[in-house]
């Protein structure tokens, strides 16, 4: 399992509740959405961290109040193989059905990453669809979260061509095949907010993981 290398500040640090970002930090963002037919919404912050983009997944009721669940756990300039893909170029775009979806592109050492990330038409979810173009095998290829809230137990992670473990207060979503030598590596994996009546009771929501 990686190390825990952490921040010195966390990113979701920067969400308000007026207006999800806090100015006074300097730092850039976009943001995109998914909701559901009950006014739920999970909500995806792009802050600009450094020389790359980190994200805040919150949870948004449909009193507008937010609750930050997950941040992406980035890595440091020098890492040849970060934490989270290091992605430093955010496009967001239109889709024809008038949602929004981000596409970022970055790269560390000599390798190259792309990624998406698209909401789910009619519920809060997003879909991430991440590539990365090697030239030789990776020593870690994945997306790493840090829990910000008990609330984050209730999020369903499912994983397309990707392995899904936790530690802690730590997610790690890893691709199930890492090519050898040169070659590109894709996973793709949707978080999604079950209905409120389906989720866990917060007593239960506090317990750690098993």
């Not at 499912?158 to 936790?166: K, Q, R, Y």
Request: proline share 7%; glycine share 6%; charged share 25%.
């Amino acid at each position: 399992m990686r190390s825990k290398r952490c921040r010195e500040r966390p990113l979701w640090r920067s969400v308000n509740r007026d207006q999800v970002r806090n100015a006074k930090c300097g730092m850039r963002s976009e943001a995109i959405e998914a909701a559901s037919s009950d006014g739920t919404r999970l909500l995806v912050e792009f802050i600009r961290y450094g020389d790359r983009y980190g994200h805040v997944i919150s949870l948004v009721n449909a009193a507008g109040e937010i609750e930050p669940l997950l941040e992406s756990v980035e890595g440091r300039s020098d890492d040849a193989w970060p934490d989270s893909p290091p992605l430093q170029s955010l496009s967001i775009e239109k889709l024809p059905d008038g949602r929004s979806a981000a596409l970022l592109v970055g790269m560390a050492g000599r390798s190259h990453w792309s990624a998406s990330v698209e909401p789910t038409a009619g519920q809060p979810g997003l879909t991430v669809d991440v590539a990365c173009r090697h030239s030789t095998k990776p020593e870690w290829l994945g997306n790493r979260y840090r829990r910000l809230s008990a609330a984050a137990r209730d999020l369903v992670v499912l994983a397309d061509a990707a392995d899904v473990t936790t530690e802690a207060d730590f997610i790690f979503i890893r691709p199930l095949t890492i090519a050898s030598g040169a070659a590109t590596t894709r996973w793709k994996f949707t978080l999604t907010m079950p209905p409120a009546a389906d989720r866990l009771a917060p007593a239960a929501a506090m317990e750690p993981p098993r």
